[in-house]
């Protein structure tokens, strides 16, 4: 069964920081190209950052350049988001989404799976 688990959403406050992580399951990790994308109420899902399969390559989104940073451990096929300098803008629903490709796109059309979401709200 493939399967993406995001973790590590929460509450924090502006200037804060946090750690998204996606635990893979049902696909082989280390071929696939994974990307982070969020959603904010009301709003189209939007490309935070991405990661080629050898980690050799990041993308990031205009946003989140300089702030985040993407990482993978294909040992344990797990993708990570480290985010900092949150901003309330920063709120929204993140999701981890996979590409059999060793591409980086920012379309969500060209991602599947995708996981279920974890929540990040950032107080001003």
């Known amino acids: 069964q493939v399967q993406l688990v995001e973790s590590g959403g929460g509450l924090v406050q502006a200037g804060g920081s946090l750690r998204l992580s996606c635990a893979a399951s049902?696909?082989?990790?280390?071929?696939?190209?994974m990307g982070w994308f969020r959603q904010a109420p009301g709003k189209e899902r939007d490309f935070v950052a991405g990661i080629s399969w050898s980690a050799g390559i990041t993308s990031y989104a205009d946003s989140a350049k300089g702030r985040f940073t993407i990482s993978r451990d294909n040992a344990k096929n797990t993708v990570y988001l480290q985010m900092g300098s949150l901003k309330p803008e920063d709120t929204a629903v993140y999701f981890c989404?996979?590409?059999?490709?060793?591409?980086?796109?920012?379309?969500?059309?060209?991602?599947?799976?995708w996981g279920q979401g974890t929540q990040v709200t950032v107080s001003s």
């Open positions: 989404a996979a590409r059999f490709s060793r591409l980086i796109v920012t379309t969500t059309s060209d991602y599947n799976p």
């Open positions: 049902g696909i082989t990790f280390s071929r696939y190209t």
